[in-house]
């Protein structure tokens, strides 16, 4: 494995559609696949995500979530990792709302009643295979 | 998205060989692909996981964590998700633990020292969209 800088790591999260949301709910870890967009240093995600999340972000000091997204090839047992830590917060102000929403379609056909924020306060990635370059793998 | 029974859910996540352990390090949220094999109600995984899942791990009781999988495909915008939430424990049994060595080989080359069993108390999945069968997508 081999270590990747931060600005590395959010190119390869913005050149993939999907990662996980990771944050606590009722005490319990808990984890949740969505698709995002890299927006300069948020990572933005469309999400209903149990009221746990929402209303926790809603009341202005945000919670800490993490964010993960991978490229692993099976076969080759090649490819990358990227984790986000930092505050999510609820995207509350009407034109920003509408412009993520534009930007952003969930795949599911859930209510999706929320447009959050996640703050790259800590970003971490690793390419596996120090011989294959980073990005590759899949 | 549609709900997947427990069994379905167990069949997926032992389809795919990799998938995502989260946990609590520091008290922030924490997640890391690892690869995978289900063992019954047990999910089995190979990791260093730093110092904090294996320390409380150790200390008999295990620490309650979630492991996802998913497939899930970028153009179709179908696939599933699986996640169990449960207790790991280290497995300190040498029999077991060589049992699981040769049955499980990490992807990178970074020092395995913990065999961790994963509890399925908990499991839940979706397919993404209704049309499309179980286990499909990618």
Redesign the interface.
Known sequence: ?RALGRDRCLELLAS???G?V???MRA??????VNHLVDGDSVVIRSNLGGALASAATQGGGV???Y?A?V?D?DT?TGW?V?V?GTARLVLDPARQARYERLLHP????EMNCVITIDCDLVTGYV??DEVPAGTGA
Request: proline fraction near 13%; hydrophobic fraction near 50%; aromatic fraction near 6%.
């Open positions: 494995m993939v559609p999907v996980r990771v944050f606590s319990l870890p808990a984890i949740r696949p800490v979530v993490a993960e991978d692993l099976p047992h990792t984790v830590t795949w599911v056909d859930e596996l295979h």
